[in-house]
């Protein structure tokens, strides 16, 4: 069963950080683009960061608070959050795309999603 499932949100003060991690199963891990997303109360979902499985290129939304990376061998993907502030509160979804491409897919092309991880950031 191909599966991503997400871990590591909860409930962080504003200017904490945190550390999500989206573990895949029954898929070929090294042949995927991996992306974060968000959706925040009322919201439209928004792209939070992506790492392309060929180069390792990434792109953030926010490059000096969000990075993203991933281990190929644990077939993981992190996402670490630094200095966090409520507009940042939301659901994080990871979600893979079997991909070759140079630069991240766009959003409406990743295939495989999971159930979110809340984040929450009192201020």
């Known amino acids: 069963e191909v599966q991503l499932v997400e871990s590591g949100g909860g409930l962080v003060q504003a200017g904490g950080s945190l550390k999500l991690s989206c573990v895949a199963s029954?898929?070929?891990?090294?042949?995927?683009?991996i992306g974060w997303f968000r959706r925040a109360p009322g919201k439209e979902r928004e792209i939070v960061a992506c790492?392309?499985?060929?180069?390792?290129d990434t792109y953030s939304v926010d490059s000096y608070r969000f990075a993203i990376s991933h281990d190929n061998a644990k077939k993981t993907s992190t996402l670490q959050m630094n200095n966090l502030k409520p507009d940042d509160t939301a659901i994080y979804y990871c979600?893979?795309?079997?991909?070759?491409?140079?630069?991240?897919?766009?959003?409406?092309?990743?295939?495989?999603w999971g159930k979110g991880t809340q984040v929450t950031v009192s201020s």
């Open positions: 979600a893979a795309r079997e991909w070759y491409g140079i630069s991240c897919p766009s959003t409406s092309m990743y295939t495989i």
């Open positions: 029954g898929l070929a891990f090294d042949n995927y683009a």
């Open positions: 790492i392309t499985s060929v180069t390792g």
